[in-house]
């Protein structure tokens, strides 16, 4: 049992059901996933999703950023993401253990296809509206164990995506130990970040601010067995550039790194100006999660794939700069 199920039925959409049973779903680095059986009222069964994180207050803010994340895509595309039910801490059993209840989807085929996810993801960021008009959300998400910085609202995208690109490289400096890294990081920081994305808000050019998922990659999308949708879980989201919802798509250990994926979802949503700067743009959004990887995946080799890219990005970008520190 992976949890104390007298506290559970309070949580239960439908009140009076009744717990029956658990059956784990899947265990992960960072917690215990569950399938329960409850009896509703009616007498008929449900089947609800059930994620269990004892990680103290990092796994309430998982629980609680991914409730939100989910509750605002369904709000946009009901059919998009499972619908959220409820998150809370157990206060029986391991001290620190919170919980996020929500529907339970059958998996068809994982990842989702190139055309069904592509569509259902352009959709939702074409719809979705931030409720300040800004950029940001109202609470810290979680991409895995990094609460991210977004918890404020801005109007420029820039200085959003630099808050949050910088707290990430503060959480990443104590673990990769790496003294030339910290000298890349404040390079690309001061330089590649705002000449990349200030352009996108100037000389009349303008983003609106999408709802992205936060880590859409192979194994946080699916075919819905029942429905047939493309569908999206595990989100940690907020309002940004659109594009940034899909920089995770450029590492090749991921399936949605084959180029079906980015180009049918160019089609329906055409890249920002200016466009030829888009590939420079996707290498610069695919450091956030490349940096998680490197920083909790066992085995990962990202960390140089990082240092790299970021390597690249200077030399486009600030050469003067870059030139000066070619101890790198």
């Known amino acids: ?29 960072w917690g215990t996933t569950a399938k329960i059986l409850v009896q509703l009222p009616t007498g008929n069964t449900e089947c609800y999703f059930l994620k269990v994180v004892s990680l103290g207050e990092i796994g309430r803010s998982m629980c609680e950023g991914e409730y939100e994340s989910l509750k605002a895509i369904c709000e946009i595309a009901p059919r998009f993401a499972p ?69 404020t609202w801005e109007d420029s995208w820039c200085t959003l995506f630099g808050r949050h690109l910088a707290h990430i490289v503060d959480l ?5 130990r790496w003294p030339e890294f910290d000298v890349i990081c404040k390079l ?23 709802l992205i998922h936060g880590d859409c990659w192979d194994g946080n999308t ?3 067995a029942r429905t047939g949708d493309a569908f999206v879980f595990d989100a940690c989201s907020f309002y940004g550039h659109n594009e940034y919802g899909t920089g995770n ?13 980015i180009e049918e979802y160019k089609k329906r949503f055409p890249p920002s100006e200016p466009i030829e700067e888009w590939d420079a743009r996707n290498r610069l959004y695919s450091l956030p999660y490349n940096i998680g990887n490197a920083m909790y995946i066992p085995g990962s080799d990202q960390r140089q794939v990082v240092f790299d890219d970021m390597m690249v990005l200077c030399e486009m970008f600030c050469p003067q700069e870059y030139v000066q520190c070619r101890f790198l």
Request: overall charge neutral; charged content about 20%.
């Open 172 to 176: 990443a400096k104590p673990i990769l």
């Open 249 to 261: 798509w450029r590492a090749p250990r991921h399936k949605l790194s084959e180029k079906a994926y």
């Open 222 to 224: 699916a075919i819905d």
């Open 1 to 29: 049992m992976i949890f104390q199920h007298t506290e559970l039925p309070a949580a239960f959409p439908v009140p009076s059901s009744i717990f029956l049973e658990n059956v784990t779903h899947e265990t992960s680095l």
């Open 83 to 151: 619908r959220p039910y409820a998150w809370g801490k157990f206060e029986l059993g391991e001290p620190g253990t919170y919980f996020l209840l929500t529907q339970f989807r059958e998996i068809a085929d994982q990842p989702a296809t190139p055309v069904e996810l592509a569509a259902a993801l352009a959709d939702m960021h074409q719809r979705s509206v931030s409720p300040t008009g800004k950029f940001g959300f109202y609470i810290r998400t979680c991409h895995a164990q990094i609460d991210q910085a977004i918890d």
């Open 188 to 210: 690309t920081l001061e330089n590649v970040v705002p000449r990349l994305l200030l352009p996108l808000q100037s000389e009349g050019r303008t983003i609106r601010p999408c």
